[in-house]
């Protein structure tokens, strides 16, 4: 797919871009290149092919998860204004 000058200038004036007459002609000849890629990987047949979340096949190291810290909330909310029940209480402000 080639992009017309008029194209161009289209996407320039969505995108807020100044185009000088030089730099428009560059820009049409990069994304008429970028379409030309996409419409040869449009072309390639994918039947059968999986869908993969990944390119490659790895596998995240994840660290086990584990308690670290100890459970303090007694002591934090003893030194809260207002507790109760094991919740911290806000004055309201939306009405």
Excluded at 28 to 33: D, E, R, T, V, W
Excluded at 67 to 88: D, I, K
């Amino acid at each position: 797919m080639s992009l017309t000058l008029e194209q161009v200038d289209r996407i320039a004036r969505l995108a807020r871009i100044e185009l000088t007459s030089a730099e428009r002609e560059a820009t049409q000849a990069k994304l008429s290149g970028i379409f030309g890629l996409i419409e040869q990987m449009q072309a390639v047949d994918t039947t059968g092919v999986a869908p993969m979340s990944h390119p490659q096949d790895v596998v995240q190291r994840l660290r086990e998860d584990a308690v670290t810290e100890s459970n303090r909330r007694e002591a934090y909310q003893a030194v809260a204004p207002e507790a109760e029940r094991g919740l911290y209480l806000v004055p309201k402000v939306i009405e």
